[in-house]
């Protein structure tokens, strides 16, 4: 017997994963299932952006023949839109729990012990138990009156004509773009942009968000008061005004898990997941990794563990990705990478046939290799594609293809995939779309 409490991407993963195993699987969610993922989060904003992207195309249409007057950005059709997509998706992820058997429960979870967890007068007991609690936003109490969330922000019904985004990482970025396209002003506030992984490409991000009208400051929030319709925010000695000032920063929920398990903010596992205690694992943003692709691929690793495989969780081999602007990463950064003997290659997006005919020409495909042993370490993707483009280096990092193998790939023409090739080859400077080096 499973329990596993949460019902985002790790800890719905884990229960299909473990029920395919043959496992008897109790899943536990206080909220929606499918988490900040799938409610508030990755679905809810790649609708929003979506929409962005057809109401900023209206403007370049022209180029390619093609003449339309935009009318207002329509806000409240958008946001039904989102619940739309949102509830097919629950309401698929339920009938997919429950062709595997697994029994849902709605409450909050708590261990009562090792071996049994508790939802209100209901005790499970457990063989093992997998925490996937999530995360939540993290407010300080002197702002909260004066700030949405990100749960608010993909429930607003109007365009604001200025917003503040604090508090910075993927998600953040990827809000103050949709406002960007849509017309409002955008002033983002944050001492780090991205995450760690992107550091390689994060600043070709903040030149191109400052290019395109994303303003930013940074300094400690001192104060918040309203003034009219909009927020005076005293950052330091600078005051920024904003009709909605968008708090982006989340922290672990821990709800009813003993604080026992907790190591400062977070819960520390090791490569199978496990907690200090050998049957109870832990996976996704409660283990302070706050990307659902982590939080999956961790959750598949603690289902199988538990039953008996010797699963590891790499989280080297997971893409991370930004969906606008649109940039992806894999393995090493090259400040990680400096224990080895490095050869780059690189391919830009202008010289290929295929980014030249849809107008993506910013961008670049660089890719990390072993001059010895031609091991592929890591790749960035900045551009149009990018999301995507990335999954076939992972995959060939997964394998344990070398650079040479890889540089090998057959593709058709013409294709955003060939500047993968074109960057393989580049490492040895033999780019078929480049000049000789």
Known sequence: MITIIGGGPGGYTAAIRAAQLGAEVTLIEREEFGGTCLN????????????????????VGEAYGVSARASPFDMRRLVEKKDEVKQSLVTGLKNVLRSYGVHMLHGEGRITDEHTVQVGVEKIPSDKIIIATGSEPDVPHLFQEMVITYKEAFQLEYLPRSVMVVYGGVFSVELAWFFLETGSEVIMLTAGLLEKE?????????SYLRNRGIKSVEGRITSIKKSGEKKIVDVGAEEVMAEEVIWMKRKPSFGGIPQTFLTGESITVNEHMQTALPHVYA???????????????????????????????????VPKVMYAPEAAVVGLTEKEAEKYDVVKGNFPFGASGRAQTVGALQGRVTILSDKKYGEILGASVLGKGATELIHLISFAMMMEATIDELSRLLCAHPTMTEMVKDASLDIHGNAFNMPRK
């Open 40 to 59: 508030w989060g990755c679905i809810p904003s790649k609708v929003f952006l979506k929409g962005s992207k057809i109401f900023s195309q209206l403007e």
């Open 198 to 206: 992107f550091e390689d490409i994060e600043g070709r991000i903040a």
């Open 283 to 317: 996976v996704g943003d409660c283990t302070g990794s706050f990307l659902a692709g982590d939080a999956m691929a961790q959750g598949i690793t603690a289902a199988e563990h538990c039953l008996g495989r010797n699963a590891v969780y790499k989280s080297q081999l």
